[in-house]
């Protein structure tokens, strides 16, 4: 079998994405419980933003990169870009479900309750639903050009409400803390050391994300490559 | 720094580890899987062209075979 400059690409990329990820997470790790001053109003509650914010800006990436691919593959019909979409889309939730899970946990001894129908946090259970239900059209259509095309109008159309949440503090009276900018009344991290952490964080995830989605993109262009092989030998599964 | 926060902030660590622990786990295993079944279906396909043709190279070694 011959090697060609893609599989050697391939090949090589994902121990890299792996070593950047691990490496990178061990520093952030350090940064979070070892480096990083505890801050005064909140308390050791407050690191969960290391892992909550990067979660969520990794979440936008994610279902980005499926819109896009998305609209590439309705344009294009080149299934490598719905294969795209779709294991965007799954880790595009995973971490949408982890940020929907570390914010509740701040949410208790910060605001006393574990949720409230505040505009972003109702506007990120939405983005989470939708794409929940893009994971189950993909599941229910499993294979078939019309459920590819479906799911990348869906994939499209749910991406509108990322735009929505990143502005939701600025439109409606919310709760929520901007935690990247200090507005009138908001919690910025003014301190360097905070915004250091909050970067090396960022970083991190952003290879985990990377990682993540080659190795999710692999498998759905081996699960076609093995659905078309046994239908081309008419073997039952 | 009470008691209570620290819980918070270990709960917070160990749920988003414990998921993506499982995740990438569930990720290798189905990828293992899927190489197991390509290589399952490549054997089977050399099994079948050495099936198909050892016919073929028998006619040609008797000296039967080749066009009527």
Not at chain 2, 52 to 57: H, L, S, V
Request: proline share 4%; hydrophobic share 50%; charged share 15%.
């Amino acid at each position: 079998m011959q090697i060609g400059p893609q599989t050697v690409v391939s090949r090589s990329l994902v121990p890299l994405l792996a070593v950047c990820s691990a490496a990178s997470m061990l520093l952030t790790l350090w940064l979070i419980f070892v480096y990083v001053p505890t801050d005064r109003v909140q308390g050791v509650v407050q690191r969960i933003f290391y892992v909550h914010v990067p979660l969520a800006m990794m979440t936008f990436l994610a279902f980005g990169v499926t819109a896009v691919a998305s609209a590439a593959y309705l344009w294009s019909r080149n299934p490598k870009y719905d294969h795209c979409a779709h294991a965007s889309a799954e880790v595009g939730l995973l971490f949408c479900s982890l940020v929907l899970i570390t914010g509740p946990i701040w949410a208790k001894p910060i605001w006393g309750t574990w949720w409230t129908w505040d505009a972003r946090l109702t506007t990120t259970l939405i983005l989470w639903l939708i794409y929940a239900g893009y994971l189950m059209l993909r599941s229910l259509t499993m294979h078939s050009e019309q459920g590819a095309r479906y799911a990348a109008v869906l994939g499209i159309v749910g991406a509108l409400d990322i735009p929505i949440i990143n502005r939701s503090v600025y439109w409606w009276r919310t709760i929520h803390p901007a935690v990247l900018v200090t507005r009138e009344g908001g919690t910025g991290l003014t301190d360097p050391r905070m915004q250091l952490t909050l970067l090396c964080s960022v970083l991190a995830f952003f290879f985990l994300f990377a990682w993540l989605l080659w190795l999710r993109y692999r498998q759905a262009v081996l699960e076609a490559r093995m659905t078309a092989l046994w239908a081309a030998q008419r073997i039952p599964r | 720094m009470t008691a209570e926060s620290l819980t918070y902030l270990f709960a917070a660590y160990t749920a988003v580890w414990v998921v993506l622990v499982a995740y990438l786990w569930r990720l290798s295993r189905r990828l293992q899987q899927l190489h197991r079944e390509l290589e399952e279906l490549r054997s089977e396909e050399r099994h079948e062209r050495a099936t198909d043709t050892a016919p073929a190279q028998e006619r040609v070694a008797r000296g039967t075979g080749g066009a009527p």
